[in-house]
C-alpha cells in the first residue's frame, strides 16, 4: 500500500497552519531531526514528504 499524502513546501505548510515563514521553517527542521519528514530539492524547490518510517508505523497501526 502507498501514501497518497502528497508533497508539501514550507509555504504550503505555513498557509495550513497559519504561522510564519519562519516558524514553519524550523517545525520542518524539527520534523526533519525527528524522521518524521524527508526533504527534497532544495531552495525554492524544496518539498516535505513523510519519511518511510513513519509510513511503516502508520501501516502498522492501520492494520491491527
Known sequence: QT???????SSVYAE???????SAFND???M?????VVR?????STRYKP???LLKAVEKVEAA
Open 28 to 30: 520542518l527542521s524539527d
Open 16 to 22: 495550513m497552519t497559519g504561522c510564519s515563514a519562519s
Open 40 to 44: 527534497e530539492g532544495g531552495g525554492r
Open 3 to 9: 501514501c497518497a499524502l502528497p508533497s508539501l513546501s
Open 51 to 53: 519519511h518511510p518510517r
Open 32 to 36: 526533519l531531526s525527528k524522521e518524521i
